[in-house]
């Protein structure tokens, strides 16, 4: 099971870091994407990091303002949000395409976290 976690309230111009942890098998061996859905919108990709090559992606919406990082060590996946906006509110989640690289579509889903950007 994939768990998203770290989310909560921040204020315009914040930074806060949410991670993706799993319970079932060891991330570092795949390729793991970040998503965020805010209220009445659609899913919305925005990050990903592969196993096998190590490249990182990100939407444009996000670009110079987030980082997403391993940490082997701890089987976890970072997302550091820097600059956050309002228009950043949204459910956070976590995936995998269970496969090393970003280029694969995402097959299993975690439970995701809020994240909060308001005054």
């Known amino acids: 099971q994939l768990q998203a976690s770290g989310g909560g309230l921040v204020q315009p111009g914040g930074s806060l870091r949410i991670s993706c942890a799993a319970s079932?098998?060891?991330?570092?061996?795949?390729?793991i994407g970040w998503f965020r859905q805010a209220p009445g919108k659609e899913r919305e990709g925005i990050s990903c990091?592969?196993?096998?090559?190590?490249?990182?992606y990100y939407a444009e919406s996000v670009k110079g303002r987030f980082t997403i990082s391993r940490a082997n060590a701890k089987d976890t996946v970072y997302l550091q949000m820097n600059e956050l906006k309002p228009d950043d509110t949204a459910i956070y989640y976590c995936?995998?395409?269970?496969?090393?690289?970003?280029?694969?579509?995402?097959?299993?889903w975690g439970e995701g976290t809020l994240v909060t950007v308001s005054s």
């Open positions: 990091i592969g196993s096998k090559d190590g490249r990182t």
């Open positions: 079932e098998f060891t991330l570092d061996y795949y390729a």
């Open positions: 995936a995998t395409p269970l496969e090393r690289l970003c280029t694969y579509g995402m097959s299993y």
